[in-house]
């Protein structure tokens, strides 16, 4: 749905360890999704109810939900939508949701 996709952009978001820290990750899952997990403490994850997952773009190097879980919907700050720096990167953020990331179970169905 078009509401899903928008949520599928980059958000920033206020770093769970280091809430002067701003990070900007890519939203995996929502609140009552299930997703698989990359090297968590537990394989698969509900997302609770006013949580969201995020993950960066290069696993297995990014400090992400992988990381520290779920993250609160009061952390997030903003939504990305251009690369602006190095200029040879200027471009705007498609909404896109890497497809082997896709929740294995969604309430938003």
């Given at each position: 749905s078009f509401s899903k996709l928008l949520l599928c952009?980059?958000?920033?978001d206020l770093s769970p360890k280091n809430p002067e820290q701003k990070i900007i990750k890519r939203v995996i899952a929502l609140e009552g999704d299930i997703v698989k997990t990359i090297g968590y403490k537990n394989k698969y994850v509900k997302i609770p109810?006013?949580?969201?997952w995020v993950e960066g773009d290069h696993h297995g190097h990014s400090f992400d939900s992988n990381a520290f879980g779920p993250v609160s919907l009061g952390l997030l700050h903003a939504r990305a939508t251009h690369i602006l720096w190095p200029p040879r990167r200027w471009q705007k953020l498609q909404p896109m949701l890497p497809p082997e990331r896709t929740p294995l179970h969604s309430d938003q169905e």
């Open positions: 952009l980059p958000m920033q109810d006013g949580h969201i």
